[in-house]
């Protein structure tokens, strides 16, 4: 099975820390994304990437930076945290091909910005 | 710009039942949706993809129809159990297919 990883379940930051959100797949998938999760709101993408060091912004990319240096990784930076930017943040990716295929999750990361 | 509605307010059913989860989507239609399930704390978990020359899908107990006409997929669940109880996410394609829109999903809880 795909296996998509983000490395921390839980995060508390405080207001203008820069913050990484890391993810890693294990299954060698070209495209990968970052949504972001609230209440009432459903999943709102951030950033996608097609390939290594590509990058595409999605609908919601600003106070937001991503970084993909190898196929496996792609990071979520952001800059300057803002209470704002409180909320459940996922990572996914998929094969290939449409960006539109099924997606496979990461478990999320619950960020608190105090 | 297209959206997806889902019923905010949570689907409460008993076990045995039969649950239907409504999505509607408006504007273009999509060639394709998608149906996840989310449980609290975890990412969404791929259920179903229906096509729009697909009428209806099945998954064991689980059944998806597409009705491009009135712009809705409903998603059943048969014999419901409460291991059921989760989020329930729609999503299609973007026009440019380059991402998934996704609905804000409905909560099911079926109780015993």
């Known amino acids: 099975d795909v296996k998509v990883t983000q490395s921390s379940r839980y995060l508390v930051k405080r207001t203008g820390e820069k913050v990484f959100l890391e993810c890693v797949q294990d299954?060698?998938?070209?495209?990968m994304f970052w949504y972001r999760q609230d209440p009432g709101l459903g999943l709102r993408l951030i950033y996608f990437?097609?390939?290594?060091?590509?990058?595409e912004k999605g609908d919601i990319p600003e106070g937001y930076s991503v970084s993909r240096e190898k196929k496996e990784r792609f990071s979520l930076i952001l800059e300057s945290a803002s209470t704002n930017q409180t909320s459940m943040y996922l990572c996914a990716s998929t094969p290939g091909g449409g960006a539109s295929e099924k997606l496979f999750f990461g478990s999320g990361t619950q960020l608190s910005v105090l | 710009s297209q959206k997806i509605e889902q019923n905010s307010e949570a689907l409460n059913i008993q076990e045995g039942k039969t649950a239907t989860l409504t999505c509607n989507y408006t504007?273009?239609?999509?060639?394709?949706l998608q149906w996840y399930r989310q449980d609290p704390g975890r990412g969404p978990v791929f259920l179903l993809l229906?096509?729009?020359?697909?009428k209806e899908k099945r998954k064991e107990r689980l059944k998806v129809t597409f009705d491009t006409t009135l712009k809705q997929s409903l998603f059943h669940i048969t014999a419901s159990q409460p291991a059921d109880s989760a989020t329930y996410l729609c999503a299609h394609p973007s026009d440019g297919y380059n991402k998934l829109i996704f609905g804000a999903g409905t909560r099911l809880a079926v109780h015993p």
């Open positions: 229906i096509r729009e020359n697909e």
């Open positions: 299954m060698d998938h070209e495209n």
């Open positions: 504007n273009y239609s999509p060639a394709y």
């Open positions: 990437s097609y390939d290594v060091k590509m990058k």
